[in-house]
Every structure is written in C-alpha cells, then in structure tokens.
Nanobody, 125 residues
Framework: QVQLVESGGGLVQAGGSLRVSCTAS????????MAWFRQAPGKEREFVAA????????NSADSVKGRFTISRDNAKNMVDLQMNSLKPEDTAVYYC??????????????????WGQGTQVTVSS
C-alpha cells in the first residue's frame, strides 16, 4: 500500500508556470507507475500524464503535450508535474495516482490503485 500527498498548487496567470509535486510513503515506490489526473468543476476526471517505474517511459494527454512534463525521483519517493504555458482551461484539482506494476500507457482512473487528496491549480486569464 502507498500513501500519496500532493503539494504545490496555487494561483497563476495565463502563460505562467507551476510545479506540483506528489510525495509517496509506504510500499516500495519503484513498484508503481505514477500519474497525474485532473478534474475541473462539473467535468469528469481526466488523465494528464504518467511515468513508468524507472522514469524511462512517459505518456501525456494531447491537451498538455509540449507544455507539461512529468518526472520522478525514486530516491525521494516523489513525482512532479512541471506545467508551463498554462491556460485558464488547465484550472482543476490535480490528483496524483499510483498503479502497482502498471504501465505508463494507463490513462483510465480505474487502472490506478491509490490516489492523493488533490491540489488546486487555478489559472487566471
């Protein structure tokens, strides 16, 4: 089992950057594919990006390609999402998720076993 805690959300102007982080505790972090999802008000939760246990494979949604970068540090049990060129439509609660022995190609929330509590990201126009 793993516990996930997100941090780093906040308010930023359109065009700006923000970095959100997720710290894991519990079972071996290396066993998990990690991902970020987001949920905007009145919308379904959607996949943002995922990274394999080694960090060698990443996958991201078309809507964030070229703007968002997912990375992980297995020594620190952390996964980050660097968000650049933010747009108002990126406003959402961002969730960290973990899939035991999963794949970076997992894009459905039902593929993931553990979730953080979420961190709010608000992009003003």
């Amino acid at each position: 089992q793993v516990q996930l805690v997100e941090s780093g959300g906040g308010l930023v102007q359109a065009g700006g950057s923000l970095r959100v982080s997720c710290t894991a505790s519990g079972d071996s972090f290396r066993q998990y594919t990690m991902a970020w999802f987001r949920q905007a008000p009145g919308k379904e939760r959607e996949f943002v990006a995922a990274i394999s246990w080694s960090g060698g494979n990443t996958n991201s949604a078309d809507s964030v390609k070229g703007r968002f970068t997912i990375s992980r540090d297995n020594a620190k049990n952390m996964v980050d999402l660097q968000m650049n060129s933010l747009k108002p439509e990126d406003t959402a609660v961002y969730y960290c998720a973990a899939a035991l022995y999963g794949s970076s190609y997992y894009t459905l929330d039902r593929n993931y076993d553990y979730w953080g509590q979420g961190t709010q990201v608000t992009v003003s126009s």
